[in-house]
């Protein structure tokens, strides 16, 4: 039982603190959050596990975070508010090419990683040419260029 418990805490803390971290693609991780990612992943095995290295408290531990994970997703579909508190929103950070600072500041993006996103998905050499560019759900930069 220790186990399980063990598991639902590391689980939701874990997701509090990335939801406190912010979004972030898997695609725009750099080095030193992939370096960061294995140190929490080693700490947290750590924090799981304790002195029992046995099949039998891995598969518990596994099977718990899975539950977990299913019931938070069977939670989302049935719960709007739930979803969008586990999940968050979209958020525009550019609209009609002038960039929206204060959000971009509370999403800890650049102009750089705007132009960056327009550059490689729409081809877009111009802020001017941004009619929405919006942090996405899951992290990612959607561009929508304005109209010729």
């Known amino acids: 039982m220790d186990s399980v418990l063990r598991a639902a805490v590391m689980y939701l803390m874990l997701m509090i603190l990335f939801k406190i971290a912010g979004r972030r693609s898997l695609a725009d991780l750099n080095t030193f959050d992939f370096v960061l990612l294995l140190i929490i992943g080693e700490a947290t095995q750590q924090a799981l596990l304790g002195d029992d290295f046995s099949i039998t408290n891995s598969v518990l531990i596994i099977a718990t975070l899975i539950a977990i994970d299913v019931g938070f997703s069977q939670l989302k579909q049935r719960s709007k508010r739930v979803a969008l508190l586990l999940d968050g929103g979209p958020t525009v950070i550019v609209e009609n090419g002038q960039p929206l600072l204060r959000r971009m500041k509370k999403a800890r993006i650049t102009e750089a990683d705007i132009m960056e996103s327009a550059r490689s998905n729409q081809g877009i050499a111009s802020m001017s040419d941004i009619r929405y560019a919006i942090i996405e759900r899951n992290g990612t930069i ?7």
Do not use: Q
Request: glycine share 0%.
């Open 142 to 148: 959607s561009i929508i260029p304005e109209k010729d």
